[in-house]
Nanobody, 124 residues
Framework: QVQLVESGGGLVQAGDSLTLSCAAS????????MSWFRQTPGKEREFVAA????????LYADSVKGRFTMSRDNAKNSVYLQVNSLKAEDTSVYFC?????????????????RGRGTQITVSS
C-alpha cells in the first residue's frame, strides 16, 4: 500500500509560480512511475505530467509543456511539480499518482494509487 500526500498549492496571481510536492509513505517510490493529474469540477480529469522511476524520462501534457517541470527525489520518497507562468485555466486540484508499471503512461486507470490533491487557484 502506498499513501500519497500532496502539498504546496495556494491562491496566486496569474504569472506566479509554485512548487507542488507529493510525499509517499508505505513503500519506497524508487520503483514506481509517478504522475500528476488535475481535476476541476465540471471538467474531465486531465493528465499533467509523468516521470519514470529513475527520473530519466518525463512526459508533459501540451497545455503545460514549457511551463511545468516534474522531478523526483527517490531518497526523499517524493516527487515535485514546479509550476511557472500560471494561468487562470491552471486553477484545479492537483494530485499525484503512482504505478508499479515500468513505463510512463498518461492513462489514469493504469495508476494504482493516488493522493487527495492540493488546490491551485490562479486569479487573473
Amino acid at each position: 500500500q502506498v499513501q500519497l500526500v500532496e502539498s504546496g498549492g495556494g491562491l496566486v496571481q496569474a504569472g506566479d509560480s509554485l512548487t507542488l510536492s507529493c510525499a509517499a509513505s508505505g513503500r519506497a517510490l524508487s520503483g514506481y512511475t509517478m504522475s500528476w493529474f488535475r481535476q476541476t469540477p465540471g471538467k474531465e480529469r486531465e493528465f499533467v505530467a509523468a516521470i519514470s522511476w529513475s527520473g530519466g524520462s518525463v512526459l508533459y501534457a501540451d497545455s503545460v509543456k514549457g511551463r511545468f517541470t516534474m522531478s523526483r527525489d527517490n531518497a526523499k520518497n517524493s516527487v515535485y511539480l514546479q509550476v511557472n507562468s500560471l494561468k487562470a485555466e491552471d486553477t484545479s486540484v492537483y494530485f499525484c499518482a503512482a504505478t508499479v508499471r515500468g513505463f510512463i503512461t498518461r492513462n489514469f486507470n493504469e495508476y494504482e494509487w493516488r493522493g487527495r490533491g492540493t488546490q491551485i487557484t490562479v486569479s487573473s
